[in-house]
């Protein structure tokens, strides 16, 4: 384990672009990108310091054994240390502070009340900034974790039997992803049969299988690296109704068009717009309820949305998800979600599952 010097060094500087010369990252996932350890800290503080012109400082609770990174000062404590003052020794109090946007405010408040910071100011941009361009070697472990989604996702769809219920269907999704070489979820799968699928966030239950039903898995796995894969499909049990089939063409038209639109120099609100478009065209735009995407990586979800108010031009390196649905209250849902990787001169389509329509009674 050894601090990523190019990264930390990509993070300083867009750190001073906006007059911040230390950092105080909290974000374990960030703490992980910038030096290889991790650990999941609970109520613990767990943070890494860095300065201008300092080696970092990792701050680890004595009760978590973490390799010491090579090129970071190592600092440990026990319960019985009062944080805020053993912060204090090593930060600038002549300078503000960036700090995580979650850094806990139980950390933070007394931190800032014992003068050991004379301001703070958020400071996480410039981690989520760096993150937010995979290099090579992320991008490697970004197309494993969706090929490995899209294996599994066969698998899903041979678990849908007459009279299974979503949550029997939900539990079975863990051992086939660490079959394939996942550790775990990447964040808890979404299994939705019927009118279910009309709320984008529903929780399997259970909720039986019925003819006619759509079938929607929203799901993704985390690779033991650390990086996420996310994807949807929607599949129909039974003959469907010829509204599910006609939103399934519209919403699948809408997820091409947003696709074929990525290239660098794009903005992610027209990239939204796209998608949005060819649903509303076809009038069902208020039952797309949500933003088109967001950005992912080592989180499920990472700053940086496809949406109508994000108006940066997308660059090479950046990973999101296109996600178009349509969402019909009582009745069916549809939404069809694919990662994309923005190269030089266009994109790259990191799942390859199929967008035909399929059924899978037969
Ligand atoms: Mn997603």
Redesign the pocket.
Known sequence: MALNTERAARVMAAAAERGLSQLLVTDPLSIYYLTGVTTEPGERFFGLLMADGAAPVLFVNELFPLEHPEGCRFVSFTDADDVPALLARYIDAERVLGVDKNMPARFLVPLMESGAVAQVALGSFAVDGARAIKDAREQELMRRASAINDACMAEFAALVREGVTEREVADQLLGIYRAHGAEDHS?PPIVSFGANAANPHHTPDDTRLEEGDVVLF?V?CRLPEGYCS???RTFFWGKPSEESVRIYDIVRAANEAAEALVRPGVRFCDIDAAARRVIADAGYGPCFTHRL??Q?GLD??EPGDVSATHDEPVQPGMIF?I?PGIYLAGNTGVRI?D?VLVTEDGCEVLNRFSHEPRRLDR
């Open positions: 964040f929203d993704g996310d994807m949807t995407g967001h992912i499920e979800h998800s996600e979600e990662l």
